[in-house]
């Protein structure tokens, strides 16, 4: 659906966009990750045919972007980062407003934007003006704008900046709803966790170059080399027991934490079953109070994979 090979977008000296190779499937959801000016902004211009990369290829739905702009423009949805909406315009004359420009034509039009407005619950704010909304609702209304055509591929950058907890969380929801329809979405942001649940591929981008390409349930395995527990028999006892878990040659290391509140343990193998831990603490005497495996989420790995690479 989405391909690249060595794509490369230079401003005089610097590299906007540094030999990007990448290969999207239909159904991915691709989370693209990086600071501000790592390069997601210029990619998916390039994606969208509005700016030239200066070398390297790339292609979208198996159109080139050097042949088949005009193909590609009606396969996607792109919705930037900052996008203006017009004064005096009611939700609803906007997005007739649009899908004319799709041509998009009698009743069929005004349908299809009711529909979308229904998909990004919007329906009651059909006849508010668009300058009204909230910025939450305003790029949810950008949304349903680039869905009128039906495209099968999205490109959303940025959807949640500027955005309350609330409606992060809606736009989110939103974005597993497109998910369920099947498109392919390449969705940007520089907060790692944002993406967590709704991808399936992650790609992380500094300065221009792809540091890491991978599916999230390899990049998960990847940074869950060690296996690591969090263990407590008791503020006053713990202490005790982290020596005595340092005896043990299955375990690599032992800390105490939080002002002796818990024995965080790691395992010197990759071994994944740490049930021995609390057995032997309780065969030793202690009387256990908690123990759990340390949770890997995307930011984890995220701080894993770009250790030393970043800065
Ligand atoms: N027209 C331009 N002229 C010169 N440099 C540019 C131009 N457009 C972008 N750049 C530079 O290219 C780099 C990549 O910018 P880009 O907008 O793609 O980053 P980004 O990852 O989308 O960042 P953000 O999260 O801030 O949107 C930045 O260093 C930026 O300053």
Redesign the pocket.
Known sequence: MIETRDLT?K??D?Y??DRLTLKLDKGDVFGFI??????????M?ILATLLNPSWGEASVCGYSIYTGSKDIRRSIGYMP?FFGVYDDMKVIEYLEFFAAAYRIKGPERRKKCEQVLELVDLGYKRDALVTSLSRGMTQRLGLARVLLHEPQVLLL??PASGLDPRARIEMRELIKELRGMNKTIMV?S?ILPELADICNKIGI?ER?KLIFNNDVATAIKQVRQKHVFFVSVGKDQNELAAKKLETYPEIGSVELENDNESIKVSLRDDREDGSFVPERLIQEGFRLKSFKEEEINLENVFMSITKGITN
Do not use: M, V
């Open positions: 977008k401003y005089g610097l906007a966009l990086g600071p501000n000016g790592a390069g997601k902004t210029t990619t211009r980062d950058d940025e940007s520089h981008i221009g």
